[in-house]
C-alpha cells in the first residue's frame, strides 16, 4: 500500500520537475536591507516629520523638567503650586500622548507607503530578470531549503536598482 503511494508521488513528480527547469529565488529582506533608495526614504520621512518630531520631544523634555522641579522645589511649594504643577504635568502628559500617538500612527503609515513603492519596483525588477533570464518559477529565499549560490538573484535585483535614481 504504503509502495503504491510512493510510486504515484514520483510519477506525479516527474512531470512537475520535467516543467520547471529553471528556478531562482530571491531574499527579499537582503533586497530591502541593500536597497540605496532606503537612505533616500529615510531622509525624506526625516524632513516630513521632523517639526513634528521636534515639537514631540520638546513635549518630552518639558515633562522631564517639570518632574525634576517638582522633585527638587516641592518641599518648599504651597499646597496650590503643587496642585497646579500637578494640573500642568497631567495636561502635557495628555497632549504628549495625542501627539505621539498620531505622529507614530502618520510615519507608520507614509513608510508603508513608502515601502509598497518600493515593493511595486523591486517586483518589476524580479520579473524583469526573470524574463531576461528565462527563469520558469522565482522563489522567496525563505520558501527553500536549499539553493545553489548561483541560483539566487539578490544580489542581481540590487544592483538594478540601484541604478534606478
Aim: no cysteine; net charge neutral; proline share 2%.
Amino acid at each position: 500500500m504504503v509502495n503504491r503511494a510512493l510510486v504515484t508521488l514520483a510519477f506525479l513528480a516527474v512531470p512537475m520537475m520535467a516543467q520547471a527547469e529553471k528556478i531562482a529565488v530571491v531574499d527579499m529582506g537582503e533586497v530591502f536591507e541593500q536597497l540605496p533608495q532606503r537612505e533616500q526614504i529615510s531622509q525624506s520621512l526625516k524632513t516630513e516629520f521632523g517639526d513634528r518630531v521636534a515639537e514631540v520631544q520638546k513635549m518630552q523634555d518639558e515633562m522631564r523638567s517639570l518632574v525634576e522641579k517638582q522633585q527638587r522645589d516641592g518641599a518648599l511649594m504651597s499646597e496650590t503650586q503643587k496642585t497646579d504643577m500637578v494640573r500642568k504635568m497631567e495636561s502635557l502628559k495628555a497632549e504628549f500622548q495625542l501627539k505621539g500617538k498620531a505622529l507614530d500612527e502618520d510615519m507608520r503609515r507614509r513608510q508603508g507607503e513608502e515601502q509598497n513603492k518600493l515593493l511595486v519596483q523591486v517586483q518589476k525588477i524580479i520579473n524583469d530578470i526573470a524574463a531576461k533570464e528565462k527563469y520558469d518559477i522565482v522563489l522567496q529565499r525563505g520558501a527553500v531549503i536549499f539553493v545553489k549560490p548561483e541560483a539566487d538573484i539578490s544580489g542581481k535585483v540590487v544592483e538594478a536598482l540601484s541604478k534606478i535614481k
